[in-house]
Every structure is written in C-alpha cells, then in structure tokens.
C-alpha cells in the first residue's frame, strides 16, 4: 500500500517501530531508518495539511490573516507529528486538532497579549516563526524539523522543545474546562536548547540569562533593560523610576552580583545532576 492510501495510525505506528530498531542499530542501518521516519513524518504533514485549513478557517473572525493563521496551525501540526504517543490511546487527529488549536489561539492572543509570557520564549517564538517564512518562501513548502534547526542554528532536539514550550504557552489563558479536555503538554526539557554549530554565546546560556533575569524584581529589570539594553544613562533612569543616579548605580551592582550567584548556583546545581546520572 502506497503512503498516501495509509492512515495516520498506520504510519504512526511504522515510525514507532523504526524508532525502536534504531535504537543498538549500525550507523549505516540507523540513518536508513532515520531516512524512512522522516520520509513518514513528511508525509504525515502533507496529508493533514487539510486539517489545519480547515481549523485555521474558524479563526478568521479574530480579525488576522488566515494565512497567518495557517501558518500558526502549521506549527502545532509539527508538534503533534513530533510528539504524538500511540499509547495514549488517542486518534492523531484529536491530538492533533487541539495542538493546532492551541497554536492559532497562541497566535491571536499574541496580537492582543492579557497574559505574562517570558520574554526569551516570546524571542523564540518570533525566531521559529520568522524561520518558518524564510523557508517557505524559498522553497514553496512548510519546513522540516531539520530545516528549522538548520535556520535557527538550534539542535533538532532543542527545536522539538521550543515547539512544546510553544504549544504550552497556549495553556496559560484558556478557561479552566478547556484545560481539562486539552492534551497536558509534556515536560520541556531546556537543557536540550542548545546551538548547533558553535557561536560567540551559545544559545543556552542566553537562555539562562534571560531567565536569570527574569527573577529580578520589576525595578531591577527596568535598571538591566535600561543599561544594558537600550543605552540609556543612569541618570536617565533614575528619572523614570522615581530614583537618584546613584542608587541606580547600586541596583546595577546588586543585580550583577545576584545575576552571577544566580548563574554559578544553576551551573553547579547542572554539574551535580550530571554527576548523579
């Protein structure tokens, strides 16, 4: 049977069995396998593409462009492909439908942001999906997960993670009943966004900066923003923080010492957690 005429389960569960037998296999064995999973995954994107216009379609009355819509809906489609778990008992298509869901209302609400969304995860977001366009408009087709990792300068592994740590921002607004009925997204692994090819700051300590800071109190924030950020003098920002030049020099110095206790904690809290494996 060609793979056109399959359904969803059934190359599903191909690619369950391929992963599993490429696990001990030999390099040469592996990437035959690799091959035919990704020629799969193609596939099963192609032939659901229907899917996500169709959804996409119900959210034009949010006032944005259906193509972006669509593009929105592409993304959780690559997720659902990505992450979909046979044993959970769940048809691809429902699993699917509430990823591709999620990513559209995640698109609407970012036009019209209610919600606290880190700042280095919307920076990644607006990264995948500027990506995403590159990619289409040179090639005429939505991208692969080894294209955008390629595009992004991020690990396969660390691209599959952004897109979970997408979908779960779709989680953060949404009334509680809907919540209940809607997939659990699963645990985002950070530690596997990382940079592919090698880059003055690696990726992942970009992203543990950004957390860092985004620990530090509203004024603190405002003090590093302000700095290190948009140039701004001290004596600027004490004007818009209700302070003297002064103590913004004493807040920067206190966030710089509480940023590097907070880097070197996680780093050796890291080191003791590979250690313990």
Do not use: C
């Amino acid at each position: 049977m060609k793979d056109s005429e399959r359904s969803n389960e059934d190359m599903l569960e191909e690619i369950q069995e391929l992963e599993e037998k490429k696990v001990g296999a030999e390099a040469g064995r592996r990437e035959k396998l690799k091959n035919r999973i990704n020629e799969l995954k193609d596939r099963l994107i192609e032939q659901n593409i229907p899917l996500v216009k169709s959804i996409a379609g119900d959210f034009t009355h949010s006032g944005l462009d259906f193509e972006d819509l669509r593009q929105a809906g592409y993304i959780g489609l690559l997720n659902a492909v990505e992450n979909y778990d046979l044993n959970r008992g769940t048809k691809f298509s429902t699993y699917a439908t509430h990823l591709i869901k999620g990513e559209i209302r995640h698109q609407v609400r970012d036009n019209q942001p209610s919600v606290h969304i880190p700042q280095w995860i919307k920076r990644l977001n607006k990264k995948v999906k500027k990506a995403q366009e590159r990619i289409y408009q040179k090639t005429g087709d939505y991208p692969t997960i080894k294209e955008l990792a390629e595009e992004l300068n991020i690990e396969e592994e660390g691209v599959k993670e952004v897109l979970k740590a997408r979908d779960s921002m779709t989680y953060v607004s949404i009334d509680r009943e809907r919540r209940e009925s809607d997939p659990r997204p699963e645990y985002i692994d950070y530690e596997k966004i990382k940079s592919k090819h090698e880059e003055n700051l690696p990726l992942e300590f970009k992203i543990r900066i950004a957390d860092a800071i985004e620990k530090l109190t509203e004024v603190q924030q405002q003090v590093v923003k302000g700095i290190f950020y948009e140039d701004q003098t001290q004596e600027e920002i004490g004007e818009e923080i209700g302070t003297s030049q002064r103590q913004v020099s004493r807040i920067k110095y206190r966030v710089l010492d509480e940023l590097e206790s907070r880097l070197k904690t996680d780093s050796e809290e890291k080191e003791e957690g590979g250690d313990g494996e």
